[in-house]
């Protein structure tokens, strides 16, 4: 199993930035998806998760509205579109599958 994130880097508050995560490994189909996220000092967190089909979705109430996340099963790639993002996003955000594995990370960065 791999899941390898990318697009993470810096952005001025208000901005936007979209986190990809490539899967294999798997039949990524048939499970849900995740994306956590880890600040400075702080546990890791969920920030948005998505069925297999992709047909619901949940959100922290600390993003809701602000993120979206989606998955292209056909493409095994799962994404966490950002707008609005706030200094206190700034975290390592994870993708990660439900029976246990995590990606490396990938750092998003907000500055006022």
């Known amino acids: 199993v791999q899941l390898v994130e990318s697009g993470g880097g810096l952005v001025q508050s208000g901005g936007s930035l979209r986190l990809s995560c490539a899967a294999s490994?798997?039949?990524?189909?048939?499970?849900?998806m995740s994306w956590y996220r880890q600040a400075p000092g702080k546990g890791r967190e969920l920030v948005a998760g998505i069925t297999s089909a992709g047909d619901s979705t949940n959100y922290a109430d600390s993003v809701n509205g602000r993120f979206t996340i989606s998955r292209d099963n056909a493409k095994n790639m799962v994404y966490l579109q950002m707008n609005s993002l706030k200094v206190e996003d700034t975290a390592v955000y994870y993708c990660?599958?439900?029976?246990?594995?995590w990606g490396q990370g990938t750092q998003v960065t907000v500055s006022s």
């Open positions: 990660y599958v439900g029976f246990g594995y």
């Open positions: 490994g798997f039949t990524f189909s048939r499970f849900p």
